[in-house]
């Protein structure tokens, strides 16, 4: 089952020197003032090190319901899914670490890593057929329930035998005025919105009949599309869905920039060959929304790759740094995009960095950077 690259954020702008690297995994600002000028663990910055960390938590700020995107606690700046986290040395098993939550706040309309949340299939997951899931992969956010607070869609890895139309893998995290809140429920896909027996996957959310409510599209056999009708209940099921729709293909996808490609009050979706990784280069084709949703063919839709700013260095590591995009969203609230990314050794050294758009430029510096290991326990 493949794993989605949500967002990350990070805290570490000119990135310490080895000096501070080696001083007790506390982090560094990312501003130009002397770092004798602020405290060590300013925004909740940490070393990009595998390992606990100094870095306090601090409770997330109680919102009151908004409709910005991926904005769990509903307080009006949008927050950050990381899907993969580095992980503990003493973890010799490879456990799933889960999906951490950087929540952005008030502060600069900046991510604030000090603000944050795990969410783990052991703490958060649904049983299915009494078994908890021990995959735990973000894969798309939005206001599924419409009460002002975005939701989670995760995919999990459920008990099957291999015979017959095996299980929905997908499951809903409800937000909250705190955040992410309560045990995720399984997605109910009612069996006249199933065809075949392929795994329903690549969720993609956007009001695709024009009513308001968003709405969820996810993939079936032989190339349909299953439309899923919001909102949707806590219990998981949407409000209605129809037959699978024809037009699909084996990977789905959000347009890039507006999810309404022509205008016409609803949102469009986009078919795919093979799952696109964040921030490269893709091509493919439109299917169109519609007051019956997305059904109608629109023509190619192009992914232009998003430059890749210079990554922080990281100290030596298990294998050659990798920077992956993981965001290409406004979250410093200027109303431009700005970009995420991961560096990484391996699975115990990481960086994340939030870079202000147009951050191709050379000399751009981060605004924040920090390192998953805040998520440790």
Same mark, same amino acid.
């Given at each position: 089952?493949?794993?989605?690259?949500?967002?990350?954020?990070?805290?570490?702008?000119?990135?310490?020197?080895?000096?501070?690297?080696?001083?007790?995994?506390?982090?560094? !600002?990312?501003?130009?003032?002397?770092?004798?000028?602020?405290?060590?663990?300013?925004?909740?910055?940490?070393?990009? %090190?595998?390992?606990?960390?100094?870095?306090?938590?601090?409770?997330?700020?109680?919102?009151?319901?908004?409709?910005?995107?991926?904005?769990?606690?509903?307080?009006?700046?949008?927050?950050?899914?990381?899907?993969?986290?580095?992980?503990?040395?003493?973890?010799?098993?490879?456990?799933?670490?889960?999906?951490?939550?950087?929540?952005?706040?008030?502060?600069?309309?900046?991510?604030?890593?000090?603000?944050?949340?795990?969410?783990?299939?052991?703490?958060?997951?649904?049983?299915?057929?009494?078994?908890?899931?021990?995959?735990?992969?973000?894969?798309?956010?939005?206001?599924?329930?419409? !009460?002002?607070?975005?939701? &989670?869609?995760?995919?999990?890895?459920?008990?099957?035998?291999?015979?017959?139309?095996?299980?929905?893998?997908?499951?809903?995290?409800?937000?909250?005025?705190?955040?992410?809140?309560?045990?995720?429920?399984?997605?109910?896909?009612?069996?006249?919105?199933?065809?075949?027996?392929?795994?329903?996957?690549?969720?993609?959310?956007?009001?695709?009949?024009?009513?308001?409510?968003?709405? %969820?599209?996810?993939?079936?056999?032989?190339?349909?599309?299953?439309?899923?009708?919001?909102?949707?209940?806590?219990?998981?099921?949407?409000?209605?869905?129809?037959?699978?729709?024809?037009?699909?293909?084996?990977? %789905?996808?959000?347009?890039?920039?507006?999810?309404?490609?022509?205008?016409?009050?609803?949102?469009? %979706?986009?078919?795919?060959?093979?799952?696109? *990784?964040?921030?490269?280069?893709?091509?493919?084709?439109?299917?169109?929304?519609?007051?019956?949703?997305?059904?109608?063919?629109?023509?190619? $839709?192009?992914?232009?790759?998003?430059?890749?700013?210079?990554?922080?260095?990281?100290?030596?590591?298990?294998?050659?740094?990798?920077?992956?995009?993981?965001? $290409?969203?406004?979250? !410093?609230?200027?109303?431009?995009?700005?970009?995420?990314?991961?560096?990484?050794?391996?699975?115990?050294?990481?960086?994340?960095? &939030?870079?202000?758009?147009?951050?191709?430029?050379?000399?751009?510096?981060?605004?924040? *950077?920090?390192?998953?290991?805040?998520?440790?326990?």
């Amino acid at each position: 089952m493949r794993r989605a690259r949500a967002g990350t954020v990070t805290a570490l702008g000119a990135l310490c020197l080895s000096a501070v690297l080696m001083a007790a995994l506390t982090g560094c !600002d990312s501003d130009p003032a002397p770092a004798a000028a602020e405290p060590a663990a300013k925004n909740g910055d940490a070393a990009p %090190l595998a390992g606990r960390t100094t870095a306090p938590s601090r409770p997330v700020p109680r919102g009151d319901g908004s409709r910005g995107p991926a904005d769990f606690n509903g307080d009006g700046h949008r927050d950050l899914v990381l899907d993969d986290l580095v992980k503990s040395p003493k973890d010799s098993h490879g456990d799933d670490a889960g999906i951490g939550i950087v929540y952005g706040t008030g502060t600069g309309k900046r991510l604030e890593p000090a603000v944050r949340q795990l969410l783990t299939p052991r703490t958060h997951g649904a049983e299915v057929q009494g078994v908890l899931p021990a995959a735990f992969d973000a894969e798309a956010s939005c206001d599924l329930d419409k !009460d002002g607070y975005a939701d &989670l869609v995760v995919t999990t890895d459920p008990p099957y035998d291999g015979i017959g139309r095996p299980p929905v893998p997908l499951q809903l995290l409800f937000g909250s005025p705190t955040g992410i809140a309560g045990k995720a429920v399984v997605l109910r896909i009612p069996d006249k919105a199933r065809y075949g027996n392929d795994w329903p996957g690549h969720p993609v959310c956007g009001d695709f009949d024009g009513d308001g409510s968003a709405d %969820l599209a996810v993939t079936a056999s032989a190339g349909r599309v299953s439309f899923l009708r919001g909102p949707f209940s806590r219990a998981g099921a949407p409000r209605a869905a129809g037959t699978p729709v024809p037009g699909g293909g084996p990977a %789905l996808a959000a347009p890039a920039g507006k999810a309404d490609t022509n205008g016409d009050g609803a949102d469009d %979706l986009v078919v795919l060959p093979r799952t696109r *990784t964040a921030g490269t280069a893709a091509k493919g084709t439109l299917l169109l929304g519609g007051p019956t949703g997305p059904r109608r063919p629109g023509g190619r $839709h192009v992914f232009d790759a998003v430059p890749v700013p210079t990554a922080p260095g990281l100290p030596a590591g298990e294998t050659k740094p990798v920077t992956d995009v993981l965001a $290409h969203a406004d979250f !410093d609230g200027d109303g431009r995009p700005d970009v995420v990314t991961r560096t990484h050794h391996g699975e115990r050294a990481d960086v994340i960095a &939030l870079y202000p758009a147009a951050a191709e430029q050379a000399g751009t510096r981060p605004l924040i *950077t920090f390192s998953t290991s805040v998520f440790l326990p």
